[in-house]
């Protein structure tokens, strides 16, 4: 299996701008992550989804970001208008099942600018 | 109190030396408890799992659990310079938390 995908790997965008960051999780795993990693917060969760459907998103900073998980092979984190504090390296991971949601696979992450 | 607690480093230790990590966690009820490994400029990978209190073994790692007394740690026998990264440790709460992180850097 190709693992985690995500893109695009970099990501240079101007203040106010939407932004999409693009996940495909591993086949056959049910639970898919989204996390935001700085230096000064560490790795946060921002939302979880089982079997395509949000779990928990109490991580999203605000309404300025969105996720969505249509199908269980495809998810996106939207970012709209984004801000300079929004820039981080973001981080799809993915689990077999809720069972084994401490046992995650991440993806090379999206290393995001906002100027 | 944040959910998990690390100390952020920097751990050296020379090569071939025990170096040891540690992580305290706020609630008594978590039962499980993981570590992972992030080198730089990297995403973070699995290395090991912890449910059961006392130690897990696996080639040169260590975990071990007390939850009487909230921690976890991870043990790295015989340090390499390859096992210069990130050490994450991550708690089942009510939903799943990451601590911030302690980096450690093996010196030949």
């Known amino acids: 299996d190709a693992g985690v995908i995500q893109s695009p790997r970099h990501e240079v965008t101007e203040m106010g701008q939407e932004v999409t960051l693009r996940c495909k999780p591993i086949s056959g795993h049910n639970s898919l992550f989204w996390y935001r990693q700085t230096m000064m917060r560490g790795l946060e969760l921002l939302i979880y989804?089982?079997?395509?459907?949000?779990?928990?998103d109490s991580g999203m900073p605000e309404d300025r970001f969105s996720a969505k998980m249509p199908n269980a092979s495809f998810s996106t984190l939207k970012i709209q208008p984004s801000e300079p504090r929004d820039s981080a390296v973001y981080f799809c991971?993915?689990?077999?099942?809720?069972?084994?949601?401490?046992?995650?696979?991440f993806g090379a992450g999206t290393r995001l600018s906002v100027l | 109190q944040k959910e998990v607690e690390q100390n952020s480093g920097p751990l050296s230790v020379p090569e071939g030396a025990i170096a040891s990590l540690n992580c305290t966690y706020s609630d008594r009820v978590s039962q499980s408890f993981f570590w992972y490994r992030q080198y730089s400029g990297k995403s973070p990978e699995l290395i090991m799992s912890?449910?059961?209190?006392g130690d897990k073994e696996d080639g040169r790692f260590t975990a071990q659990l007390n939850k009487a007394s909230q921690y976890v740690s991870l043990l790295i026998r015989d340090s390499q310079p390859s096992d210069s990264a990130t050490y994450l440790c991550a708690v089942i709460l009510n939903q799943f938390y990451f601590g911030t992180g302690t980096s450690l850097t093996v010196i030949p």
């Open positions: 989804f089982n079997n395509n459907v949000p779990i928990d």
């Open positions: 991971a993915s689990s077999l099942a809720v069972s084994r949601v401490g046992i995650q696979y």
């Open positions: 912890i449910y059961s209190n």
